[in-house]
Nanobody
């Protein structure tokens, strides 16, 4: 069973930066596609970014393209989300998620495609 633990959230002013980390336990991380999702209060969960198991390709939501960067290090079992030029509308709980058996699959933008999730980390951007 894979467990994910996110960290790095906090309070930041608009225009600032944060780097979220997601550390995995278990051996399936290395073959898992990984994604970041977020959920603002009273809103539905939305896709933010995803990366294939080998880091070979990434995909981003239009709302974060050019500002956020997803990356991973399989040796460290860690995936990161670097968030720059943050806006108040980026305020949400951010979740890391993994899809086992990612080899041969695209990195999905659909939350339902992911098998395991972290507990989330709060990001608050003040104006």
């Amino acid at each position: 069973q894979v467990q994910l633990v996110e960290s790095g959230g906090g309070l930041v002013q608009a225009g600032g930066s944060l780097r979220l980390s997601c550390v995995a336990s278990g051996r399936t991380f290395m073959s898992s596609n990984m994604g970041w999702f977020r959920q603002a209060a009273g809103e539905e969960r939305e896709f933010v970014a995803a990366i294939r198991w080998n880091g070979g390709s990434t995909v981003y939501a239009d709302s974060v393209k050019g500002r956020f960067t997803i990356s991973r290090d399989n040796a460290k079992k860690t995936v990161w989300l670097q968030m720059n030029s943050l806006k108040p509308e980026d305020t949400a709980v951010y979740y890391c998620a993994g899809k086992t058996g990612g080899v041969g699959l695209r990195a999905s933008t659909r939350g339902d495609d992911y098998d395991y999730w972290g507990q989330g980390t709060q990001v608050t951007v003040s104006s």
